[in-house]
């Protein structure tokens, strides 16, 4: 399984990004779908995570500026970033944990840089 992100860039402090990540098996609603990020010389940490359709949650950093959501028309698990910090530089990674099989799969990583 292969998980495609896009939507990395570097934006102004204040700015917004859309990541999206495709994975190249269905996602279903028992999958557990998450971002995280790294910064340089940082380890990586989770930013937010969706599990089903009704539970999402964030690290306290990004409460209230980042949402977490799932498309399944598309295919996609996505992440808006609204009023970036530059502390949010990084490297953000997909991750899908496919219940049934009970496997992480990790998407090649997108890079956000945020400029003061």
């Known amino acids: 399984v292969q998980l495609q992100a896009s939507g990395g860039g570097l934006v102004q402090a204040g700015g917004y990004l859309r990541l999206s990540c495709k994975p190249s098996k269905t996602i279903f609603r028992l999958d557990i779908m998450a971002w995280y990020r790294q910064a340089p010389g940082m380890q990586r940490e989770l930013v937010a995570f969706s599990r089903d359709d009704t539970t999402a949650d964030y690290t306290e950093s990004v409460k209230g500026r980042f949402t977490i959501s799932r498309d399944y028309a598309k295919n996609t698990i996505d992440l808006q970033m609204n009023s970036l910090k530059p502390e949010d530089t990084g490297v953000y990674f997909c991750?899908?944990?496919?219940?049934?099989?009970?496997?992480?799969?990790w998407g090649q990583g997108t890079q956000v840089t945020v400029s003061s």
């Open positions: 991750n899908v944990y496919d219940y049934n099989r009970r496997t992480h799969y």
